[in-house]
Each structure stands twice: as C-alpha cells, then as structure tokens.
T-cell receptor
Framework: GAGVSQSPSNKVTEKGKDVELRCDPISGHTALYWYRQSLGQGLEFLIYFQGNSAPDKSGLPSDRFSAERTGGSVSTLTIQRTQQEDSAVYLC????????????FGPGTRLTVT | AQSVTQLGSHVSVSEGALVLLRCNYSSSVPPYLFWYVQYPNQGLQLLLKYTTGATLVKGINGFEAEFKKSETSFHLTKPSAHMSDAAEYFCAVTGMDSSYKLIFGSGTRLLVRP
C-alpha cells in the first residue's frame, strides 16, 4: 500500500515568510509524528498526534511553529516568520500504536531559508 | 531521561567485510529499540526493532542486532558488507511517555570500499 507522503519535497523561502508543510500518513494509522533533521541538532521530535487526543507539542522549538491534523489524517506543519536556523529536513512519520511502536517515515521536506 | 549514543560518526569497511555499528542506550524502563537506515535524500527506513522476547533480532537486508541489557547495548551487524549498504544508520529508543516518540542517536555513516 501507499506509504507516508510529504509535500513539497523541497521548499526555498525568504527569511520572514511563513511556510506550510504537508504530511499524508498511511491510511488507518492513528498516530502521526513530526521530526526535524538538521546538521547541528540531528533528528529531533517536534510534535505528536494520536486520534482525537490533545497533541504532544513538547518538541516544538518556538511559538513560531504550529501543527494541526484534520480529520485524523492529513497534517500540516506551519512555520511563521521563518529564520535561517529553521533550515532543515522535516520528516513526518505515522504509526498504528495498538499493534506496534514502529514508525513509518515519509521522504521529508527539505526547507531552505535564505 | 532516555538517550542513545552511537559510537563513530563514520565507519568504513571493505565490501564483503563484517559491518559493526555500535549503539548504547540509557533507559530506566525496558526499552523498545530500533535501527533505521537513511539513503541519500530519502526518509528513514526501519531495519529492525527489539521489543520483548528474543534478544537477537533479524532485520531486512541481512542485518541483525542483539539486545544486551547488561551492557545497555544494541549493536547492529551484518556478516558481509555490500556496496548498496552505504548509507546513514540511526539507532533509536522510544520515549518513556505514552507518545512513544523516538529518541535518536546522532547517526553513523557507513562507507563501503570496493
């Protein structure tokens, strides 16, 4: 079946602009995660959604970052007033927690802030 | 807090040689442990996981890992390296909270010499 998809694959934006990154999880997966991969910080957890529960936002680095998940499926990560340090690869993963803790990752969105 | 340490940011082996990538973890609860592989410009692919039960875990592409509680280790091995194994490898442990978010090591880049 289809895996996790993310769009766009690459995004170049100017400092100060807002960006939206999209994630389509595997159908039926109830849990959705966002991670950030950067040269300086490695792979970091950002936010987690599970069903209708309140999201775990403990990894968001600042209030410029927000995310939502509509209808328990598609998720959008929004970065407002982008800064150069936001340049990274943003990875989305989904999981069916009731069966296992395996997370399946999308190909990522490479964000470059100029 | 849980953490993962991967010794060696770069490991170089000859084609056909043994691959050994080291991972040590810190956890105050029984851990769930994972190895992921990342090929250039791609997302993370699950190689194998340890949850409970058998401590020697076999994964895809001929890789395996052994959970050693006494050594808090989960090293990844493959008897004979292939050129296609060249990639970056990440060890991860799930967090202690119910989100099961992944805590990653810093990664090891495997180079395979012909």
């Amino acid at each position: 079946g289809a895996g996790v998809s993310q769009s766009p694959s690459n995004k170049v934006t100017e400092k100060g602009k807002d960006v939206e990154l999209r994630c389509d999880p595997i159908s039926g997966h109830t849990a959705l995660y966002w991670y950030r991969q950067s040269l300086g910080q490695g792979l970091e957890f950002l936010i987690y959604f599970q069903g209708n529960s309140a999201p775990d936002k403990s990894g968001l680095p600042s209030d410029r970052f927000s995310a939502e998940r509509t209808g328990g499926s598609v998720s959008t990560l929004t970065i407002q007033r982008t800064q150069q340090e936001d340049s990274a690869v943003y990875l989305c993963a989904s999981s069916f927690l009731r069966l296992s803790r395996e997370q399946y990752f999308g190909p990522g969105t490479r964000l470059t802030v100029t | 807090a849980q953490s993962v340490t991967q010794l060696g940011s770069h490991v170089s082996v000859s084609e056909g040689a043994l691959v050994l990538l080291r991972c040590n973890y810190s956890s105050s609860v029984p851990p769930y442990l994972f190895w992921y592989v990342q090929y250039p410009n791609q997302g993370l692919q699950l190689l194998l996981k340890y949850t409970t039960g058998a401590t020697l875990v076999k994964g895809i592409n001929g890789f395996e890992a052994e959970f050693k509680k006494s050594e808090t280790s989960f090293h990844l091995t493959k008897p004979s390296a292939h050129m296609s194994d060249a990639a970056e490898y990440f060890c991860a442990v799930t967090g202690m909270d119910s989100s099961y978010k992944l805590i990653f090591g810093s990664g090891t880049r495997l180079l395979v010499r012909p």
